[in-house]
């Protein structure tokens, strides 16, 4: 499924989205290669909820690989506080380089976590 390609729909079914629908994981994660080290400091992540299998996370959380390992990004302000479905959600934290981002989403109960558009910026 696609998650970056300049698109946001919040339809029920939209052809445009990545989903962890049916893992057996209670967190699951999503990663981005950017090929090389780029600055960023915001992060836009258009959260998809079809009311069902697939619904916001209780919590999403961003890391950088540093040293050949994942590693928690520093001071994440998220806004909403809480993740809600079908609107965006945004992580402002100082800016850092990094050449791979991971988003890490906390499952709601049985449900799983969704994206229709990930936005990562440098300011």
Avoid: C
């Amino acid at each position: 499924m696609i998650a970056i390609d300049g698109k946001i729909i919040y339809l029920p079914t939209p052809m445009n989205r990545w989903t962890s629908y049916e893992s057996p994981n209670a967190v699951d994660w999503l990663d981005i290669d950017f090929g090389k080290a780029v600055a960023i400091g915001r992060v836009e992540l258009h959260v998809y909820d079809d009311r069902g299998g697939v619904q916001a996370p209780t919590e999403i959380k961003l890391q950088s690989f540093e040293a050949d390992q994942w590693k928690d990004i520093a001071d994440q302000q998220a806004t909403p506080a809480e993740p809600a479905g079908g609107t965006m959600n945004t992580i402002r934290f100082p800016k850092l380089a990094t050449a791979k981002l991971r988003i890490l989403f906390t499952n709601k109960e049985k449900a799983r976590s969704g994206v229709t558009e990930v936005e990562v910026w440098e300011e």
